[in-house]
C-alpha cells in the first residue's frame, strides 16, 4: 500500500476542544457496528421476518442496509426505544426471486466488501462491487480466492480475474460449500464472511486457515456467538479450522449493544484530563473486543470500576506508557494515550492495520510525530516515547478512529485541529456532538447523548 500518509486538507479543519478542567461526565454511545452488520447479514438469510433493537445507524450500516436491499431484502425503520434512532425490521431475501442484476456500493467499510460478496453468491443474479478509493487497496484477495474455489462466478471489471474491488459476482442461487482452505491473515473479516452464510451452503461449510495468525480473533468469537444465538451450529474446538454445519439461520428479534470500540475515546478523555467518565448500560457479558478497555485503561494508570451496570473510568495522576499486543481496532484510540504517556510504549501484534481504512500504522507515525511525538513503526506494530507535544493539524485519512485520535490528543494539548471530523459518520455520525457535550458536563452530569443532553 501506498501513499496512504500523504495528507491532503481539502477538508475542513475542526477545532478539537481543549480539556481546561478534568471531565465528569456520563456518556452512551451508538450501537455496535460489528453487532448490527452481523445481524443485518443474518436476518438476510434468515427463515422469517426480523427486528434489530437500538441498531447502529451510520454509513456503514446504512451501506449494508443499502446492500441487503440490492439483493432482494426489504428493510424498514420502526419507532424504538434507542437514543440514537429508529429499530429495524428486515423481511429476508427471497431466494426463489427472478434473476436479477445490481450494483453495490462497499463505502469504505470492510463488513461490507468482506461479508455481502458470499451472500451475493447465494442469490441469482450479477452483483457489481466497488468502493471509496481507498477500498480498491484493501484486502480482498482471500473471499475472492474462497469464492472462486466454492465454484462461484467472479470476475474484474474486464471480465478477467479480479484480486480486490472492483468485481462482480455471478450468483446462481445455490453454494455447494464443503471444505474450504483459505489464508486469513489479513483480516478476520475474511473467516466471519465466509461463517456467517456458511449454514446457507447444501452441504455446509468447513473453513480452514493456514498462514500467519488470524488477526482480531475476538471478532470471529463474535461471530460464532451471533451465530449460535440464532440456531447455527459451530464447531470450533479445533484451532484454525471452523465447521458450520447446513441449516436454518433463524429469524430473531435482537438488541443491539453499544460500540465499546466506540466508547473508547470517551473513557480515554477521562485519562487525558485526568478526570472521569462514567459509561452505562455496560453488557456484563460481552464478545465486543471493546470490553478490553478495562484491562487497557487500568494498565494505563486509570481506576476502573463496573458496577451496576455502569463503567467507570478515573484518570490517574499521570498515564503509563504500556505494551500491549493484538489491540486491534483499538489501538488508534490506544496509541493516542500512548502519545500523551509519561513512559515508553509498544504496541505489537497489529501488522495487519495497514489494510484498515488507511495504512494505520504510518498514518499514526505520522500525525502523532506531526505534533511534535516520537512515533515509530516497528514491523508489526508500533513504539511510542514519551515527547512534548504542540499544535496542529492532525489529518484523518477518511479514517473514523484516526479523526477520534485526533480529539483525544486535542484534549490534552492546545491548538489541535482536526481535518474532516465528520469523517467519524463511519461509525459515529453523533461523534462531535457527544464530545463537546461531554465536556461541557458538570460533575455528576446528566447522561450525554444525540442530542447532547
Ligand atoms: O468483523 C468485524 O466486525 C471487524 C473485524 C476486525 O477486522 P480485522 O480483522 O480486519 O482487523 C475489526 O478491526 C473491524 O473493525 C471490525
Ligand atoms: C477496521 C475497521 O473497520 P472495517 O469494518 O471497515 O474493517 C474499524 O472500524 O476500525
Request: net charge negative; hydrophobic share 40%; glycine share 10%.
Amino acid at each position: 500500500m501506498t501513499g496512504t500518509t500523504e495528507a491532503t486538507t481539502a477538508a475542513p479543519l475542526w477545532d478539537a476542544p481543549f480539556a481546561h478542567r478534568p471531565v465528569d461526565a456520563t456518556v452512551t454511545v451508538p450501537g455496535s457496528k460489528s453487532l448490527t452488520n452481523r445481524y443485518l447479514v443474518l436476518a438476510a438469510l434468515a427463515d422469517g421476518p426480523s427486528r434489530l433493537r437500538a441498531p447502529l445507524h451510520s454509513r456503514d450500516s446504512a451501506l449494508m442496509i443499502e446492500a441487503l436491499r440490492q439483493l432482494g431484502a426489504t428493510v424498514t425503520e420502526v419507532a424504538g426505544d434507542g437514543s440514537y434512532g429508529p429499530d429495524l425490521l428486515i423481511e429476508p431475501i427471497d431466494p426463489a426471486a427472478p434473476a436479477s442484476d445490481c450494483a453495490i456500493d462497499c463505502g469504505l467499510a470492510g463488513t461490507v466488501m468482506r461479508f455481502v460478496p458470499p451472500l451475493a453468491a447465494l442469490r441469482n443474479g450479477s452483483s457489481a462491487f466497488d468502493g471509496d478509493p481507498h477500498a480498491r487497496n484493501r484486502p480482498m484477495n482471500t473471499i475472492i480466492e474462497a469464492l472462486s474455489a466454492l465454484g462461484v462466478g467472479i470476475s474484474g471489471p474486464d471480465g478477467g480475474p479480479a484480486s480486490s474491488l472492483p468485481f462482480t459476482v455471478d450468483g446462481t442461487g445455490s453454494v455447494r460449500g464443503g471444505h474450504l482452505v483459505i489464508d486469513a491473515s489479513a483480516s478476520s473479516q475474511f473467516v466471519s464472511a465466509l461463517l456467517l452464510v456458511g449454514a446457507r451452503f447444501s452441504e455446509g461449510l468447513h473453513l480452514e486457515h493456514i498462514g500467519k495468525p488470524v488477526p482480531s480473533l475476538d471478532h470471529i468469537n463474535m461471530t460464532i456467538a451471533v451465530l449460535r444465538g440464532v440456531g447455527v451450529a459451530v464447531d470450533d474446538s479445533v484451532p484454525n479450522h471452523w465447521v458450520v454445519s447446513p441449516g436454518t439461520i433463524r429469524a430473531f428479534d435482537e438488541r443491539i449493544e453499544q460500540d465499546l470500540s466506540n466508547a473508547g475515546p470517551f473513557l480515554a478523555a477521562a485519562l487525558a484530563t485526568r478526570g472521569t467518565v462514567r459509561i452505562p448500560n455496560w453488557p456484563a457479558d460481552t464478545t465486543q473486543v471493546g470490553d478490553l478497555w478495562r484491562q487497557i485503561l487500568q494498565t494505563m494508570g486509570a481506576t476502573v470500576s463496573l458496577e451496576g451496570g455502569t463503567l467507570t473510568v478515573t484518570g490517574g495522576p499521570e498515564i503509563k506508557g504500556a505494551e500491549f499486543d493484538e489491540t486491534s481496532e483499538l489501538a488508534p484510540t490506544v496509541a493516542a494515550l500512548c502519545a500523551l504517556a509519561a513512559g515508553p510504549s509498544r504496541l505489537t501484534g497489529i501488522a495487519h492495520l495497514r489494510g484498515h481504512e488507511t495504512d494505520r500504522l504510518a498514518a499514526l507515525v505520522a500525525e502523532i510525530n506531526r505534533l511534535g511525538g516520537d512515533a515509530e513503526e516497528t514491523s508489526d506494530g508500533l513504539v511510542i516515547r514519551p515527547a512534548k507535544l504542540h499544535g496542529g493539524v492532525v489529518h484523518s485519512y477518511a479514517d473514523h478512529r484516526m479523526a477520534t485520535a485526533g480529539a483525544i490528543l486535542g484534549l490534552a494539548v492546545e491548538g489541535v485541529r482536526v481535518e474532516d471530523i465528520a469523517t467519524t459518520s463511519k461509525t459515529m455520525p453523533e461523534f462531535p456532538q457527544i464530545w463537546t457535550a461531554m465536556l461541557e458536563q458538570d460533575s455528576g452530569g446528566r447522561e450525554t447523548t444525540a442530542a447532547g443532553h
